[in-house]
């Protein structure tokens, strides 16, 4: 079987898409829309479109390293737009809007919405008696139609009505509200 060599066309279009990864970290991170990233790389949306999932999927295989670093490289970054921000040749519009742009990227770095590898288990009640996993073997390898009998036995088998807990208090609107 004969081995891939890529051509020399195919490593400059592999570079142009890196450089471009690159830059969509950039337009990320400054909220500009991906339609505008495209537009200033002349190429067409849905190729923006694959970019963003390219960059997503790297960002979300990053190792916890690696995410400090890209974490510590915006930092820097904002402390050079902080620099700018004492520029007596830009106007105060301008300044407010760098301002705010660097306060929401600071905002997504290191609040709530910062960058982390996390992994979130949601496990309810468990069932102790073990009949959840006493019921799932007893009911491997039926049928469908066997476990539409099984359910109607259940549901015509006589039980205790279950109490439920007393819900919230009513609520008293006094008048005016």
């Known amino acids: 079987m004969p081995r ?13 898409r890196e450089h471009r990864l690159v830059a ?4 990320r991170a400054e909220r500009i829309p991906l339609w505008k990233y495209a537009e200033d790389f002349g190429i067409a949306r849905r190729t923006a479109q694959g970019d963003q ?26 402390a050079d737009l902080k620099m700018d921000l004492r520029d007596p040749t830009i ?9 705010l742009g660097i306060i929401d990227r600071e905002v997504d770095l290191l609040g709530l919405n910062a960058p982390t590898k996390s992994i979130h288990a949601h496990i309810g009640e468990t ?28 549901k015509a088998i006589q039980r205790v009505p279950l109490e439920l807990p007393p819900g919230p208090p009513p ?7």
């Open 127 to 154: 069932d102790s008696t073990g009949r959840f996993h006493q019921f799932i073997t007893a009911a491997s390898g039926l049928s469908d139609e066997q476990l539409t009998t099984v359910f109607q036995f259940a």
């Open 24 to 27: 969509l970290g950039r337009y």
């Open 53 to 78: 999932a390219e960059y997503i999927r790297r960002l979300v295989a990053m190792s916890n390293d690696a995410i400090d670093f890209e974490r510590s490289r915006v930092l820097h970054e904002l």
């Open 171 to 177: 609520l008293a609107l006094t008048e005016g509200e």
């Open 91 to 99: 106007s105060a519009d301008k300044k407010v809007a760098l301002a």
């Open 4 to 16: 891939y060599h890529p051509t020399p066309m195919h490593k400059k279009q592999t570079d142009a």
